[in-house]
Structure formats: C-alpha cells, structure tokens
C-alpha cells in the first residue's frame, strides 16, 4: 500500500497502528465519511475532557483501542447506521467489501427513501 496517504480522523486503526492493510482499510474511512454526512460534524467531534476538545493524538489513539467510535444521529435510517458501523468494524474482516457496501447503499436508497 502507499505509505504516507489519507487523512488522521479517516484512517483505519490497522493503519494507524502501521499493520498490515487492504481495501478494508478504504471502508473504515467510508464508514467514517457516512458519519460526518449524517451528524455534519467532523468525526470524533464528541470526544470531549472535561468540555474541552481532546487532541487528535489522543482521539486516534482511542480509536486505534476500539474505546472511541463515529457516531450517527438518532434521525437516521437504522439500515445507513448498521452499514456505517459495520464499515467501521476494528475488526478489517469484519467491514463489507465495496461491493457489498454499494449493494447495501442501493438497497437503502430504494427501499427506504
């Protein structure tokens, strides 16, 4: 993979941690882009101290332990939900593929809008 790429609050954990990626990496940062649409927030927004915004170090960290999450509206469909957090899965194996993804997406977006 291309060392050097994307953007901190996007990156997979696996990423993050200077693990081994794939593909499934790609949808960890798509799970997190389906977030930021939703809340229109950048992600992690609500990772507060004491009210005071915690570092990106310290939000990636979390996220890389699987202690801090993207969160969506309470508004939104639970079917972009459940296809955001599975996208967001620490577990890279446990994210759909693209293919899935876009099946679901147009599952969503015909039955549900």
């Not at 794939?22 to 927030?41: H, I, Q, R, Y």
């Not at 994210?95 to 899935?100: F, G």
Request: aromatic fraction near 6%.
């Amino acid at each position: 993979m291309t060392a050097g790429v994307g953007t901190s609050l996007w990156m997979a954990p696996e990423v993050m941690l200077g693990e081994r990626y794939d593909d499934k990496a790609d949808m960890f940062s798509f799970g997190v882009l389906l977030s930021e649409l939703d809340v229109l927030v950048l992600p992690y927004s609500h990772a507060k101290e004491r009210d005071v915004q915690v570092a990106d170090t310290v939000t990636l960290q979390k996220v890389a332990l699987g202690t801090l999450q993207v969160e969506f509206s309470s508004s939104s469909l639970e079917s972009m939900v459940d296809l955001g957090l599975s996208c967001v899965s620490r577990n890279p194996k446990e994210r759909p593929t693209s293919a899935e993804a876009l099946y679901r997406l147009h599952t969503i977006l015909s039955q549900e809008l």
